[in-house]
């Protein structure tokens, strides 16, 4: 059912919000990634404002659907988004990195409720979405298994295994999302290690592939409800984002894939990001 433009409205609204917060952690942490966060804050918007089948005073409920964060440095988007839902105290993102804290540069699943795994080695949430798909069949469960990656993590052999085991076990209850940015640490994607044709390479183990604009939250949820009406095989969403969205100044800047905006900087951004969506923050933005 295609969302109104009240819904998509209010999920762009949330997306901002998410925007705001990760810039308020970051410059507060003074460490941590920046680009791919800002630019998953819609898929992360639409997963938990309105795709998820979740409980946020409930995280452990049985019959939720499991999100995995692969590309676990990319966290802070997640945290922002999981405290405008109502896990925690949105003021408690300013803690993040930092001694002690449940909010850890990397997704530590023990320290925090609500998280699915533990990531930091790139190339593993793939296989743990095999694994637990695999089991929620065997139990005859309906839980559905999203799970989300980097294109560069695509380098790690690790992701290939997995590919050609959900696509043997035709597991269609994953749907992976590829956060299809073209940049990472050392450069653009292409130049480090050229991924294209990703389409075609998915698709040769039998998956099924839809690419959209993952900065177009109505088109991003319609692609995940589009997946859920394949039953033969896995799909993989290819979402193309744009790192650094919302900052007109680093986006597509690869520089900006893992440090944070100093306090100048964080400033500017939060009044380009105020600007943009007509509001002022709140205090924790």
């Known amino acids: 059912m295609a969302l109104t433009d009240t819904q998509t409205a209010t999920l762009e609204k949330h997306a901002e919000e998410i925007r705001e917060t990760i810039i308020s952690m970051l410059v507060e942490a003074g460490s941590g990634h920046t680009a791919g966060p800002l630019g998953m804050a819609d898929m992360f918007s639409a997963f938990y404002f309105h795709i998820l089948k979740h409980n946020p005073k409930e995280p452990d409920w049985s019959e939720r659907d499991r999100l995995i964060l692969s590309n676990g440095h990319t966290v802070p988007v997640r945290y922002a988004a999981m405290a405008h839902a109502g896990y925690f105290p949105i003021k408690e993102c300013l803690t993040l990195r930092k001694f002690g804290s449940r909010l850890q540069g990397h997704p530590e699943r023990s320290r925090l409720p609500g998280l699915e795994t533990t990531s930091g080695p790139l190339g593993e949430g793939l296989s743990q979405a095999d694994g637990m798909a695999y089991a929620f069949r065997m139990d005859n469960k309906k839980n559905h298994i999203y799970v989300m990656m980097g294109d560069g993590e695509q380098d790690e052999g690790n992701v290939w295994e997995a590919v050609f085991f959900a696509g043997k076990y035709a597991l269609s209850n994953i749907t992976a999302v590829i956060d299809r940015n073209n940049i990472q640490i050392d450069g653009m994607t292409e130049d480090v290690m050229p991924l294209e044709s990703l ?30 009406a394949i039953y033969e095989k896995p799909t993989l969403i290819i979402a193309h984002t744009i790192p650094g969205k919302g900052i007109p100044e680093i986006e597509f800047d690869y520089h900006w894939h893992g440090k944070p905006p100093n306090k100048e900087e964080a400033k500017r951004f939060l009044k380009e990001l105020r600007t943009a969506g007509g509001r002022v923050p709140h205090e924790y933005a």
Not at 199 to 227: C, L, M, T
Request: proline share 3%; aromatic share 14%.
């Open 199 to 228: 389409r075609a390479k998915y698709e040769a183990f039998n998956w099924h592939v839809i690419e959209v604009n993952g900065n177009d939250i109505p088109e991003f949820i319609s692609a995940v409800e589009q997946a859920k």
